[in-house]
Each structure stands twice: as C-alpha cells, then as structure tokens.
C-alpha cells in the first residue's frame, strides 16, 4: 500500500486548507485512515481519523475547525482545515491502518510523504 499526501502550503490565520491523501494498493486489515501531524520540536500526534464505517475521531484541539472525509472511488482521505491558527503549523501526514477497539486506539500500517502546512501572516 502507497499513501500520496498534498495539499500543503502558507496560509494566514483564519484561512482554510484541504489536505488529500492518495492510497494505492490494498490490504484487507485496513480499516481506518486518519491524519498526523508533527510541529518542529514535538512529537507525531494524531490530529482526525476516519474508520471504514465513517466514524470519525479528532484531537480536541481541532474540533469544530477540522474535518476527515473519504471518497472510496477515488482511493482518497481529505482534511479539510478551516480557521487556521499559527499553532496548526506542522508536517500533516497520512496514515493506513487498524483500530481494534475505536478511534482514537490505532495500529498504524503504513505512511504517507509529509505535507507542510504554514500558517503565518
């Protein structure tokens, strides 16, 4: 399996981004997908996640600004980011993998390239 993620670039506050992430391949034990992200210093933290059963999960943070979504015909998750804060600037990466027991409990499977996202006036 290849996860393909762009979207990324500089952005002000309050602006809005989409992030889209590409899979090719399969697995049968995927069945979830859910974006990372990693700002310069810190650790990889989940940000949303979206299960085969369109449940969807998302770090307090984010709530209420950012939205995961898939379409399953065109092999893609997308984040939609909306009031975009300084803050929010990071690496996003995309993720393939399983929850056992519900977002946000997941064994990730595979990576996608990162996409940087800047958000600064």
């Known amino acids: 399996v290849q996860l393909q993620a762009f979207g990324g670039g500089l952005v002000q506050p309050g602006g809005s981004l989409r992030l889209s992430c590409v899979t090719s391949?399969?697995?049968?034990?995927?069945?979830?997908m859910t974006w990372y992200r990693q700002a310069p210093g810190k650790e990889r933290e989940l940000v949303a996640g979206i299960t085969a059963g369109d449940s969807t999960y998302y770090e307090d943070s984010v709530k209420g600004r950012f939205f995961i979504s898939r379409d399953s015909a065109k092999n893609t998750v997308y984040l939609q980011m909306n009031s975009l804060k300084p803050e929010d600037t990071a690496v996003y990466y995309c993720?393939?993998?399983?929850?056992?027991?519900?977002?946000?409990?997941?064994?990730?499977?595979?990576w996608g390239q990162g996409t940087l996202v800047t958000v600064s006036s």
């Open positions: 993720s393939a993998g399983r929850t056992f027991y519900g977002l946000p409990q997941y064994d990730n499977y595979y």
């Open positions: 391949g399969s697995n049968s034990n995927i069945n979830a």
